[in-house]
């Protein structure tokens, strides 16, 4: 009688391991992610991994470069506008899939090569457009704070779809004392119970705030250094 073959069993790699971490982490949260449990979901033991990772804190960041390489890095070749909303909206798309990343970006004590090309690509964006050093940096942390905290923000909103943005706003009117908060009573009506209305919606609109303020700040510093 003839034995059964067995399927050749994958050989475990430090890809696999941030692959799989990353699935958790993306169906329990950060928080139910454990060497134990990651060992299980690749069918080794926990020991295992640490052939591949030094500790918890080296599989994190591994991690948070795993999904900063997804981000779309701003081309050279376009216009500093274009690129930095590009990759902005990349960026936030890239936090909406693992919303576990914005409390984890600034606990990684040695970022990887992914990070650091993705940093250092932005800051040249900001530079080959004629951003000063100092307005750079101001540029990079206005445009990366926005899009952190929106994507916190809507994270934590139960307003995911139009349906739902519409029942918590009927919900809210129904016992919202309307002459006590009329401008709240105004923007529900007027906007969050239009049709069409998802919160997801405001990000390009604010993006776009943010991205005018920055090219009023560069035409500023420009024309007072008697550029352009």
């Known amino acids: 009688m003839a034995k059964a073959e067995t399927a050749p069993r994958v050989p475990l790699t430090r890809e696999r391991i941030l692959n799989m971490a990353i699935e958790l982490a993306d169906a329990r949260g950060i928080g139910g992610l454990t060497m134990r449990g990651l060992g299980e979901a690749l069918g080794v033991e926990a020991m295992s991994l640490y052939n591949h990772v030094a500790n918890k804190a080296a599989l994190l960041n591994g991690m948070v470069d795993a999904v900063f390489a997804e ?5 050279h070749s376009d216009h500093w ?3 930095i909303r590009k990759r902005s909206v990349s960026f936030y798309e890239v ?3 693992h919303p576990w990343v914005s409390g984890l970006r600034d606990s990684a004590t040695q970022p990887g090569a992914s990070t650091l090309r993705h940093h250092d690509r932005v800051i040249g964006t900001f530079r080959n457009a004629g951003f000063t050093v100092a307005l750079t940096a101001h540029a990079f942390s206005l445009v990366d704070s926005y899009i952190y905290g929106f ?4 994270a934590a909103l139960p307003l995911a779809t139009e349906e739902q943005s519409a ?10 004392p309307v002459a006590e908060f009329p401008y709240l009573a105004e923007l529900t009506v007027e906007h969050v119970m239009q049709p069409g209305y998802q919160y997801s ?6 993006l776009d705030l943010v991205l005018d303020s920055l090219e009023a700040a560069l035409a500023k510093e420009q024309g007072a250094a008697g550029i352009g």
């Open 71 to 75: 981000i779309e890095l701003p081309s």
């Open 81 to 83: 506008r274009t690129a």
């Open 95 to 97: 936090l909406m899939r």
């Open 151 to 154: 994507a916190l923000q809507e």
């Open 167 to 176: 029942e918590v706003a009927e919900a809210m009117m129904s016992q919202l």
């Open 201 to 206: 919606n405001e990000f390009a609109v604010g």
